[in-house]
């Protein structure tokens, strides 16, 4: 090695530790990273591309979380916030996603080690190594990030980042209404008639649900939930009717279970049950989508049941088939996914969904999260891939050992102990790192 070589090399080594670490996505699960990070004294950026920190969870913020406060509070973020008075709400009670904000994440993102750090309204749209992209491998441990961001004007530039976290969540990234996985065919013209997850059926989104005939489609919490807002409106709009759409035979992920100890959530789907039986909600089982058409005012579902081609004629439909993580912006980066749920191939086999509910899944910390790109982890609801079993404990513990990892605390970052509720088995949540479910 020449001595030019040695020089290049020490000054590499050198940069690495002096930049920030990147957070991206300012929910939960980015602000607990944060609030670890500072803890350790460590440098970061958190970019977030809603206007407001928590974007995900301010839109389903009329939602009830199933887990009390006691589960919902990261520890780091608590130490930060009790030194300036903050007080944990009732740790029996479960929060609505509005009070989770306005009560521990807004006031988690003013702490003055945090909100110096904290970038809204910028999104993350690219993450590489500077100068390389995933094909080269010479001093590419030892190459800063480079994180390429967009501001709300169409600004774009790369920002240099020692390493990244990626907790951005998969609210924005819903599954398909088509059964195949692939965008359902006729999407485009029926666009307009649906709406996401979790919408605010007797609030803010009142008018596009009261007097019209809507179909739910999902098997999990998030459709269970949007139900039973529907027949609460049912109940006061005339002409309002409820139509529950679902590919398999039966709901299994809300069905009720003696062994959940999140007792609303054990109570969901008997809630359901009952409104079925009361014919205030139409249940058609059974019912695998392959296309949409629009046939004058009214949207029509094409789909196989049973054997057969039938059609589903509503004028709305809500789209609660669940998340998926967005990689789009990762294309440059060495990911070890698993083939089926697209979460670290390390950490697949502990949440597999045909296995694992939400409180049976083992702790877990960075050696799961790891890639064969060093310093890059997904965390939070996004490190579950397709798996519907993401709860924030688990989240905050996992951010707990990847800043551990980071900061050079290895024996830290190795001993991961997460004590969940016991619980029955677990759907989808509807938040930038947790959600209905958590």
């Known amino acids: 090695m020449t001595l030019l070589d040695l020089t290049a090399r020490v000054a590499e080594a050198d940069t690495l ?34 206007d407001e920190v928590a974007a995900s969870v301010r839109s389903w913020g009329h939602t009830r979380l199933f ?55 910028v999104e993350v749209v690219g ?48 599954n398909s209404l088509s059964s195949s996985g692939l965008e359902l065919l006729g999407m485009t013209d029926i666009a307009d008639r649906v709406t996401p997850a979790l919408p605010d059926v007797t609030g803010r989104d009142r008018g596009e649900f009261a007097g019209r005939r809507v179909t739910v489609v999902g098997a999990g919490h998030s459709a269970a939930n949007t139900l039973l807002a529907l027949v609460r409106l049912a109940r006061e709009e005339p002409g309002t009717e409820v139509t529950w759409l679902i590919r398999n035979a039966k709901a299994v992920r809300v069905s009720s279970s003696p062994d959940d100890e999140l007792v ?77 749920v697209e979460a670290p191939k390390r950490l697949a086999p502990l949440i597999d969904p045909n296995v694992h509910s939400c409180g049976t899944v083992e702790p877990h910390g960075f050696r799961e999260l790891a890639h064969p790109e060093k310093g890059f982890f997904i965390v939070g609801m996004k490190s579950y891939g397709r ?30 102990e997460l004590v969940l509720p016991a619980t029955g088995v677990c759907s989808t949540g509807a938040v930038s790192g947790g959600g209905c479910c958590s």
Do not use: C
Request: net charge negative; hydrophobic share 40%; no cysteine.
């Open 17 to 50: 530790p002096a930049l920030p670490v990147a957070i991206i996505g300012a929910g939960p699960i980015g602000l607990a990273a944060a609030a670890n990070l500072a803890e350790r004294g460590m440098d970061f950026i958190v970019y977030e591309a809603g």
């Open 67 to 121: 887990s009390p406060w006691k589960h919902l509070v990261d520890p780091a973020s608590r130490r930060l916030l009790e030194k300036r008075g903050w007080e944990l709400p009732d740790p029996e009670r479960a929060p609505t996603g509005t009070e989770l904000v306005e009560s521990y994440i807004a006031p988690l993102a003013e702490v003055p080690e945090i909100a110096s750090r904290v970038r809204t309204g």
């Open 127 to 174: 993450v590489t190594r500077e100068g390389m992209d995933r094909t080269r491998t010479a001093r590419r441990a030892a190459t800063p990030f480079a994180v390429r961001v967009r501001t709300v004007d169409g600004a774009v530039e790369d920002v240099a980042a020692r390493a990244v976290i990626d907790a951005s969540g998969t609210y924005l990234s819903p």
């Open 264 to 340: 609303d959530r054990a109570n969901l789907g008997s809630r359901v049950d009952r409104a079925v039986e009361r014919g205030e909600i139409a249940l058609v089982d059974g019912f695998e989508t392959i296309r949409a058409r629009r046939v004058g005012d009214t949207v029509e579902l094409v789909g196989h049941r049973r054997g057969e081609v039938v059609t589903h004629e509503t004028d709305v439909v809500v789209n609660a088939t669940g998340f998926r993580p967005n990689l789009d912006m990762l294309r440059e980066i060495r990911l070890e996914l698993d083939d089926i």
């Open 387 to 416: 798996a519907p079993t993401f709860l924030l404990a688990t989240g905050y513990e996992q951010v707990r050992s990847v800043t551990a990892w980071l900061a050079g605390d290895t024996a830290s970052a190795s001993n991961v």
